[in-house]
C-alpha cells in the first residue's frame, strides 16, 4: 500500500467532526422509545487531561440513568419538568437534568465513552435534532459544547462548539 491513500485517510478523519469535539456514538433514535445516549470522548482540553463530564438533560428525555465508570464519581442533579410525562402507566413531572461525572482522569491522547439510558418521549418531534449541551472540565481548561443551531438549521463547519446531537425518528 502507497502513503498516499493512509495520508488521505489519516487527514480525513483528522477533520471530521468526531474527531473534533464530544458527540453521540449513536446518530439517530425513536421517539417513544428507549435511548442509549453513549457521549465519545476523543481529547482532553489543548493536550490536558478531562476530569469532568457534565451533560445537561433536554426536556422530553426522562428516565435517565447514567452509567458508573470505573474511577469517576457520577453524579445527577434534579429538576421540575416543564410537564407532566406518562412513562409506563406512571406520570412523572421531576427527573434528571444534568448528569456530572467527576473525579477521574482522562489524559488527552486517550479515547472514552460516558453512557446514560433514558426514554424519549412522545412530545418529541420526528424529524428534527435533539442536543445535549456538554461542559468538559479539563486540569487546565474548559470545552463548552453547548452550541444548538437555529430550529430547522444544521450545525455548519463555523461551529466551533457544537452541542452533540441525535436525529429523533417516528414510532415504526
Request: aromatic share 8%.
Amino acid at each position: 500500500m502507497s502513503k498516499t491513500p493512509w495520508l488521505i485517510l489519516m487527514a480525513a478523519l483528522a477533520a471530521s467532526p468526531a474527531a473534533a469535539h464530544v458527540y453521540l456514538e449513536g446518530k439517530q433514535a425513536t421517539v417513544g422509545g428507549s435511548y442509549k445516549a453513549v457521549f465519545a470522548v476523543p481529547h482532553g482540553c489543548s493536550g490536558s487531561p478531562t476530569v469532568k463530564i457534565r451533560v445537561q438533560i433536554p426536556e422530553g428525555v426522562i428516565a435517565v440513568k447514567p452509567m458508573p465508570k470505573a474511577g469517576w464519581n457520577v453524579d445527577v442533579v434534579e429538576g421540575q419538568y416543564a410537564s407532566a410525562y406518562d412513562y409506563h402507566g406512571n406520570k412523572l413531572t421531576s427527573g434528571v437534568k444534568e448528569v456530572v461525572w467527576s473525579g477521574g482522569n482522562l489524559p488527552d491522547h486517550n479515547y472514552d465513552e460516558f453512557v446514560v439510558s433514558s426514554f424519549l418521549t412522545d412530545s418529541l418531534r420526528p424529524n428534527t435534532m435533539l442536543y445535549f449541551p456538554v461542559v468538559q472540565e479539563c486540569e487546565k481548561g474548559v470545552s463548552r459544547w453547548i452550541e444548538i443551531p437555529a430550529e430547522g438549521a444544521a450545525h455548519s463547519h463555523e461551529d466551533k462548539s457544537p452541542a452533540p446531537g441525535v436525529k429523533l425518528l417516528p414510532k415504526p
